[in-house]
């Protein structure tokens, strides 16, 4: 195992694989004559994430005492930290061919750096601090990234976007503080969930950091931003947005919940909610009419698959769990991200070559669902497991035939995006980068399964084959009987958005209401009476 | 041994020079030629950074205070400076801040020999003495003489450019202040009436919980509120602090709000018996917690840059205030505990982020004319360096890490997780959120290209840009110190050893 032959080099590449994007966001700043150059090497930047996964794992980096801030790599955290690593570089080569000369300006080199140092460190962070930080800096850059169009949608998709990323982080900070304390003052990740199960608030600390991963997540009801902001970013944006992006919110399920002791009524808890956004996601994103919104749906329903398994894992304290979590989050890197990348290369594309797109897409959408044979159904019998036989393994598997026809409907979508010139074909890198992706979704999990405990002869199995297999064929049917249903409703994405949006005269109303106060408290009378009275009120307190 | 007796402990000096060097520096400026006034002053500062330093040296490397009486006569006859760890942090910081903001200063108020540079170096060097002699001071009756000189000091500021606008600001600030200070010599005069001594050390050991220091404390300490700005008393403060120059804004907003708070920290630290400190600390606490949403709701609410940040001032000094209920509240020790150094850490990060930020909007209004926050787009092409500035300033004042400000936030979430007092993380957490908010304001314009390039009115010196970048990078740095109550601001402190 790699652990053994740990390169004494491993450390450097950790180091790599989170200060390699962040010089290059420097030379970009400080070097404007490099960024036409820049702009078609940006796939280089995730290379060092992607050899640290492959090499180092095993390795840690710590800074000397006074600096709190250490990196470390275990296998969850190597999975996630190398499919992300590949799908930013798929989407690095893509994005010139979809930006052009844009891509050379530094707000979309700068927003799509920083991001991706984010995005990078996120999965090697050993410490809480260094985790808040890269958790930070990969959500609040991706609002680079999602409004990089500039559009007035897209600003206002921004908002939400980062309304809920801060709201995230406030969350997850309330709870490292308390997981710290717990801890003894502690900040290292690993000392801190091991003194979890004795700690005295360890509900309260969990349920807050959970609330600041279901923000990440896409959990419902904090969902909100994901549906418009997957439709505003451009598809590469979008790509490691849905594809990487979102894992940092997986990787927080793989650190901070103590899987070793089972803890019923939280896993279940966790386990219910991410049931709920599975079928919400599912449900909602049968009515939307642009397929990036039903990606981004379906992005809410697979979290919130995932997060259910980490629930039902912590639940029965399945050490096994975190491993589970990141494979099938490791599939949902390429499915999701290279789906984006089609989509743009179909966008791209007009009358011709456009089954060579279309096929792909189809195998690669339906492996969300668990076709059998693909990387999908891999990542489907990973979680089997957690799942176990009773009700959860139910659910899962009607997941799957919800999950079935969502994709069907998306790809009842994709077949209509076309590039209004007829005889249009898709840059070779854009096809190249979907290709790639949709291969690795194919075939990287068929490589990885055995290390991570699966037996590749059981996934061919009669039993296993039929398991996977119904769940499809009962979704063809119904979304074959959905398709009789002619005026289905359509609903705008971020669907309780729009109720939430008639709020906002009300909002406007509070602010005029404090600058009221502001304005009555700053009058000099009000203001020399309230300093008596408080002279008073301490005086009277204290005696 | 009787608390009361001092003595000038080795090295001791240094704390006379303290205060020596800044007022010798105001002399020398009216002695040298007008060309010379601005590197007198710097020179003076210069030097009063080195003294700073050595204090604090002093103090860390023996773990122990660093005292000095004037004529070598003991409190109550004579005068004593003491420096404890606290008031040596904070000398150097306020000294570390004064340094970029000389250099920035330097050749912004017109032509030599003027009336408005020869007064703004005045009442800088002014500040140093009186801030110096603030974290020094040992009696009630010199703090408020410190105090005085700290608010006369700074009023002249405000009203550097003589506009209507600015001399009302100054005025409102002034009688303000005056109230604050009528306030505090009322409770100077009660104490003195009942104990017959002033000196602090003398004060804490014959102390008791009885009602005639009850009182003066409350009195004063509303004073001290005024001054400070703790809202609703914060009528003045945005005006006066938007109205003035860039360079006496960071100065007022950084350091000289935190003079009269220093005060009331060490009223209710040193001199308060703890058991009567709950009820009027949490009171100071709920009037914090005002402070930081209804700052923070106000500063999300300006068009103006200038305006914005002096709210934001508003809200961040709200933060201070919870040092009261967390560091009174746990009975335990309280300047061993986590809340007396996030406390300092707050302190310090706000100066620090907010005199950068005060800098970094006076360099935007000079850029393109005005500050009008939704006319920044391109403002990030123009003046590269000065919207670093403010995003590292803007990192620390929301709280991100690596930052002053994220270990502040951190270390008051411990403090107040540790006592289940989960209302003031609530305060804290929408603080956060609401900070989050007026920042993104600032920034998303700036980093935003224009859609035709703007005009620049006029280049911006880079020397300015870095002396601000500077200060933004400081309050970056102090985020790498340890997350931890830090044991050089236990050093010395009197209630420590105190009945």
């Known amino acids: 195992m790699p652990d053994a032959a740990l390169s004494p080099f491993a450390p450097l590449l950790l180091a790599l694989a989170s200060l390699f994007p962040l010089a290059l966001l420097a030379l970009t700043l400080a070097a404007p004559g490099f960024r036409p150059r820049l702009a078609t090497l940006l796939w280089l930047a995730p290379l060092p994430g992607l050899m640290a996964a492959v090499f180092a794992q095993g390795a840690i980096v710590s800074l000397p005492t006074p600096l709190a801030l250490g990196l470390m790599l275990d296998r969850p955290g190597a999975l996630l930290l190398g499919s992300a690593a590949l799908i930013w570089c798929a989407a690095g080569i893509a994005a010139p061919a979809w930006w052009g000369e844009k891509l050379r300006s530094l707000p979309y080199q700068a927003w799509w750096l920083a991001t991706l140092a984010g995005s990078m460190t996120v999965f090697i962070a050993a410490d809480v601090v260094t985790f808040y930080l890269a958790f930070s800096l990969v959500s609040l850059a991706g609002y680079g990234l999602v409004t990089r169009d500039g559009t007035v949608a897209a600003l206002k998709a921004g908002r939400v976007y980062f309304a809920l990323a801060v709201t995230g982080e406030a969350f997850l900070l309330s709870g490292f503080v308390l997981l710290a304390l717990g801890a003894g003052g502690e900040t290292r990740i690993a000392a801190i969930v091991a003194a979890l199960p004795s700690a005295p608030r360890m509900a309260p600390a969990l349920v807050l950091v959970l609330l600041g991963l279901a923000a990440k997540l896409g959990l419902v009801p904090l969902h909100l931003w994901m549906p418009p902001s997957y439709g505003a970013a451009p598809y590469p944006a979008a790509a490691v947005l849905s594809g990487a992006a979102v894992k940092a919110g997986v990787i927080g399920l793989v650190r901070f919940l103590p899987y070793a002791t089972p803890t019923e009524t939280l896993g279940i808890a966790l386990a219910a909610a991410g049931f709920f956004s599975a079928f919400f996601g599912v449900a909602i994103g049968l009515t939307q009419r642009h397929p990036k919104h039903v990606l981004a749906y379906s992005s809410i329903s697979q979290m919130g698959v995932i997060a259910a398994v980490a629930g039902l894992s912590l639940a029965a304290g399945r050490a096994a769990g975190p491993t589970e979590i990141a494979f099938y989050g490791l599939h949902h890197v390429f499915a999701k991200g290279g789906l984006f990348l089609a989509l743009a290369a179909l966008s791209m594309t007009g009358n011709r070559g456009r089954a060579a797109l279309l096929w792909p897409a189809a195998i690669v959408a339906l492996g969300i669902a668990g076709l059998p044979l693909t990387g999908g159904a891999l990542a489907k019998l990973a979680i089997k497991d957690a799942l176990g036989s009773g009700w959860a393994k139910t659910l899962g598997s009607l997941s799957a035939v919800a999950s079935t026809v969502l994709m069907l409907h998306f790809l009842t979508l994709a077949t209509v995006m076309r590039s209004r010139d007829a005889s249009a074909v898709a840059p070779v890198a854009l096809r190249a980068a979907w290709w790639g992706t949709a291969l690795a979704s194919l075939a990287l999990p068929w490589l990885l399964f055995p290390s991570v405990g699966g037996s590749l002869a059981a996934t061919v199995a009669p039993q296993a084959l039929y398991e996977l297999g119904w769940p499809i064929l009962a979704g063809g049917a119904l979304f074959a009987l959905l398709r009789l249903w002619r005026n289905r409703p359509s609903l705008p994405p971020g669907d309780i958005l729009a109720i939430i949006r008639t709020g906002e005269p009300w909002l406007a109303r509070l602010s005029n209401g404090v600058a009221a106060i502001e304005g009555f408290l700053t009058d000099w009378t009000v203001a020399g009476a309230v300093l008596l009275l408080l002279a008073l009120a301490l005086a009277g307190a204290m005696l | ?499």
């Open chain 2, 1 to 499: 041994m009787s608390a009361g007796l001092l003595a000038t402990s080795p090295g001791g000096d240094v704390l006379v020079a303290a205060i020596v060097v800044p007022v010798i520096g105001i002399l020398l400026l009216w002695l040298v030629r007008p060309r010379a006034v601005e590197w007198v002053a710097l020179a003076a500062l210069l030097a009063n950074l080195g003294v700073a330093v050595a204090v604090l040296r002093t103090v860390s490397s023996s773990a122990a205070p660093v005292a000095y009486l004037i004529g070598g006569w003991q409190p109550p006859l004579g005068l004593a400076l003491r420096a404890d760890g606290i008031a040596a942090v904070f000398m150097a910081m306020a000294a570390t801040v004064l340094v970029p903001v000389a250099i920035y200063a330097r050749g912004a108020f017109g032509a030599p020999g003027e009336r408005r540079p020869m007064v703004f170096w005045t009442m800088l060097l002014a500040i140093t003495a009186a801030l110096n002699l603030i974290f020094c001071g040992q009696d009630l009756f010199n703090l408020y003489v410190a105090l005085e000189l700290l608010t006369f000091a700074a009023v002249p500021l405000v009203s550097l450019d003589g506009s209507r606008e600015t001399l009302k600001a100054a005025l409102r600030y002034l009688v303000f202040a005056l109230a604050g200070s009528v306030l505090y010599l009322l409770g100077v005069a009660i104490i003195y009436g009942a104990y017959g001594t002033l000196d602090l050390i003398g004060l804490a050991s014959i102390r008791g919980p009885d009602g005639a220091l009850l009182l003066a404390i409350g009195v004063m300490t509303a004073g001290l509120a005024a001054k400070t700005a703790l809202f609703p008393l914060h009528l003045w403060l945005p005006p006066a602090h938007a109205g003035a120059p860039p360079a006496a804004s960071a100065v007022l907003s950084a350091l000289v709000v935190k003079g009269s708070f220093f005060i009331a920290l060490r009223l209710w630290f040193d001199l308060l018996p703890p058991e009567r400190a709950v009820a009027g600390s949490t009171l100071l606490g709920v009037f914090g917690a005002a402070a930081v949403i209804i700052g923070s709701a106000m500063a999300l609410r300006q068009a103006r840059l200038k305006l914005l940040v002096a709210y934001s001032t508003v809200a961040q000094l709200g933060y201070l205030f919870l040092v009261f209920p967390l560091g009174l509240g746990s009975g335990a020790a309280p300047f061993e505990s986590t809340a007396w150094t996030a406390g300092a850490l707050q302190l310090m990060a706000h100066a620090f982020a907010k005199a950068a930020m005060f800098m970094a909007a006076g360099l935007v209004y000079e850029a393109i004319g005005h500050d009008r926050i939704a006319e920044f787009r391109g403002l990030g092409r123009i003046a590269p360096l000065t919207v670093l500035t403010m995003t590292l300033a803007s990192i620390s004042l929301m709280g991100l890490p690596p930052s002053g400000g994220f270990s502040a936030k951190w270390l008051m979430l411990t403090a107040a997780f540790g006592e289940g007092a989960w209302w003031w993380v609530l305060v804290i957490a929408a603080g956060g959120l609401l900070a989050a908010g007026y920042v993104f304001r600032i920034l998303v314009p700036a980093f935003t290209p224009p859609e035709e390039p703007i005009a620049r009115v006029k280049p911006v010196v880079v020397r300015r840009e870095a002396a601000a970048l500077a200060l933004a990078v400081i309050a970056i740095l102090i985020g790498f110190l340890p997350l931890a109550p830090w044991p050089l601001l236990a050093i010395g402190r009197i209630a420590a050893g105190a009945p």
